[in-house]
């Protein structure tokens, strides 16, 4: 498996002084998903939880909508120079009666770590319907619970506190109970692992949680959200137009700018009580 960290030189310079020491910086790597050996895509990702990560992937594409959509996934050999498995590469075994997916050739499967919508032909190809809508979710949750939350992700996420360099994606009851926090130098890569893990427990639809994000809400965060069946998505920046239109169609709560005791709550405002 490939590690998480990695250590280079770097001249660290000041008004008064300039030294050269050693940084403690994230990794930063492909991982190609394949789907009964066919490639699907590549995403740059921080190593770690790579089946959560494709398993997410696949759900919130629309491509399986439960666990037992899936027979198998198992790293391929993808070589280094040295000979060495890089475990880059994972291929997904779907169960006999999940269709394949429709490779659409307009569009492209490289997935950046800042953004994974850019390869879509349309803005339409994303707006997937989801089997697990969260419209009709009776979920609450006090704005007290919510202000929590920031810090609680924060004290988790380990490797930032040590790179500064990754984006942050946790789970949580509505009682502010963290159920799983991942991290990964792709936000969207974060918020996959988070709904692979929610996959593999079979916890599909994720009636009743809280997904916080350590950034802003994008448009594909949002969507993402919506096929898990997660109820509210927070943020502690700031969220995009389209994403709040998203919310708004699919019965979303959204919130963002979650700083200390404020928070702006764009969509389905019932959720969140005083």
């Known amino acids: 498996m490939g590690r998480v960290t990695a250590r280079r030189r770097v001249h660290h310079v000041t008004a008064d002084d ?3 020491r050693p940084e403690t910086l994230v990794v930063e790597e492909p991982l190609e998903i394949r789907v009964d050996g066919s490639p699907i895509t590549v995403t740059m990702r921080t190593p770690g939880s790579d089946v959560e990560l494709a398993q997410g992937f696949l759900l919130t594409e629309g491509i399986v909508s439960r666990r037992d959509d899936i ?4 790293y391929c050999r993808g070589a280094n120079e040295d000979g060495v498995n890089s475990y880059n590469v994972l291929d997904v075994t779907l169960a006999p009666d999940v269709p394949a997916p429709d490779v659409d050739p307009t569009r492209n499967f490289y997935t950046t770590s800042s953004c994974g919508v850019c390869g879509k032909a349309s803005l339409d190809a994303v707006r997937l319907i989801s089997k697990h809508g969260p419209g009709d979710d009776p979920t609450t949750v006090t704005a007290e619970t919510l202000s929590a939350l920031p810090e609680k992700l924060r004290h988790e996420q380990k490797v930032f506190a040590a790179t500064g360099g990754l984006h942050g994606a946790a789970l949580f009851t509505t009682d ?3 159920l799983v926090v991942r991290e990964d130098i792709g936000r969207h890569n974060a918020v996959d692992k988070v709904v692979g893990w929610a996959l593999e427990q079979r916890r599909i639809p ?5 997904l916080l994000v350590s950034g802003r809400a994008s448009f594909e965060l949002t969507q993402k959200a919506v096929m898990a069946g997660i109820p509210v998505l ?12 998203l919310a708004s169609q699919s019965g979303l709560t959204l919130v963002a700018f979650l700083r200390g005791d404020s928070m702006n709550v764009y969509t389905r405002p019932d959720r969140v009580t005083s």
């Open 18 to 20: 300039a030294v050269a």
């Open 71 to 74: 027979m198998s996934v198992r």
């Open 176 to 178: 502010g109970t963290a």
């Open 206 to 210: 994720l009636s009743g949680t809280v």
């Open 234 to 245: 927070a943020a502690v920046s700031a969220p995009s137009s389209l994403a709040v239109d």
